[in-house]
């Protein structure tokens, strides 16, 4: 859920009547009944994140059905002549179908490309390159049978960015001497349907993985998709999003800070060699969203208590998820990743044993005079045990990453050219650039007074920082 603030402002919708509040994701304050957003402390509006899908279904819709899980209670809607055995989700048969409650009305939808057929032999070579050592049973046709096509609900957002950027650009044309400039960049660029996934049940991060979906295919929703697929009910709307919504956008708008950073003066043609970016602010304004079913294979495996998700794009087949590994498949990797603690373990497990066999022949065969050695031998055996204590925990904290590391390689979101609406122009608000002066590298003999090297960058000529 958005932070929202719990004081309101003196302002209330010109819209409905209800009290604005600001909130301090997309730095705007957001009407919570109609969805409008407006200029912080003031009523022009600069964007809407409306509400859908609140009003009971009418009598258009009785060609679908939903269907409810017991269990976990995840809703899926789908039409009247496809049934439903069990949750996509958590694989419960204790599912309920019934007449739709809440109308079902997206704005767009992106229709399956990629078949059932596709979809499992895209998911069996993935398994068996990505993790060997899988449980047997994650091929078997039971677990194949459970690969859903799901519709899954997304907020499509487009939106104004601006971002200030400042820091230091470099000007390098010596390997010894570089000039060194103050910049100060403020931008203002369009993004155009970056996607935040409205489901609650399945991982943010596992959405963005598969992504990206080309939106050239976007087409207006309509019913005639629906047969033999589900789509799954949204559990979050844009205004619980707007964190998640100013994080990925920040980010795109740093992304774009730096890269008209480097133009010295704005000028394309004259590059920075390098920028050192100290700070970035970025804020988003005329936002406005969409709502999108978009194509996916799901898959939710369970294992030994843990659940995995899976899933398939189901307009370009990029799969990304969770694998479980046996604990066989485990060690293996562990001891892959750690053979040199393994190997140092061994070492000292030998090195304290025999520091134990000294120890007992030097008590029967000296006298008391020979006490302090004693107490230097098995000083060493606390020392080695404790060296040996140390790799232990190396090796075990690996036996515990090595399952996220070898064999869950999630990835991250697409950047910004993904999302950058190519009909605008980057507008350049404002550019600065001030000289402060050079910086210079000198060569140093090294501490043996063999060779030399260059020294780090130092100022001359300027102030620095």
Known sequence: MAIW?????????????????????????????????YEAGTLNITGKLKFVDVNEASEEEENK????????????????????????????????????????????????????????KIFKEWVKTKNKYSPK???????????????????????????????????????????????????????????????????????????????????????????GYYA?????????????????????????????????????????TDIDADSSESYIKNISQRYALLPLWFLNYEYKGDSYQIAINGQTGKISGELPATKTGRWIETVKATTPWILASAGLIVAMILTLILGMVCQRNYDALSKLFLIVVYAGV?????????????????????ELESFNPLNGAPDLYEYFDSTSKVELIESTDEHIGFQFKTLESNENGKGSHLSDWTWYGGKGR
């Open 137 to 227: 049973d994650l091929l078997s046709k039971n677990t194949i049978s459970k690969i859903t096509g799901l519709y899954v609900p997304f907020w499509l957002i487009n939106a104004d960015c601006y971002t200030n950027t400042v820091g230091l650009g470099y000007v390098q044309d010596d390997p010894t001497q570089r000039a060194v400039f103050n910049f100060k960049r403020k931008v203002k660029f369009k993004v155009k349907n970056v996607p935040f996934d409205g489901s609650f049940k399945i991982s943010n991060f596992l959405m963005n993985s598969i992504e990206p979906f080309d939106f050239t295919e976007l087409v207006d929703y309509d019913d005639t998709y629906l047969p």
């Open 65 to 120: 059905r939903e269907f409810v899980c017991g269990s976990c209670g995840a809703t899926v809607v789908t039409n009247e002549n496809t049934a439903l055995t069990y949750c996509a989700f958590c694989g419960s048969p204790s599912v309920v179908g019934r007449r739709l409650v809440k109308e079902f009305r997206p704005d767009n939808i992106i229709p399956f490309k990629v078949g059932k057929d596709e979809a499992v």
């Open 232 to 272: 799954d009910r949204y559990d979050r709307n844009a205004l619980d999003l707007t964190e998640v919504i100013d994080i990925r956008i920040s980010k795109y708008a740093a992304q774009a800070g730096e890269l008209i950073a480097r133009t010295k003066g704005g000028d394309k043609h004259k590059i920075y």
């Open 382 to 402: 606390i020392l080695t045990a404790s060296a040996l204590g140390f790799c232990a925990r190396k090796i075990v904290k690996a036996y515990k990453d090595v």
């Open 5 to 37: 603030d719990t004081a309101t402002t003196a302002l209330n919708c010109p819209t409905c009547g209800d009290a604005l509040k600001f909130d301090s994701a997309i730095k705007a304050s957001v009407c919570r009944s109609c969805g409008n957003v």
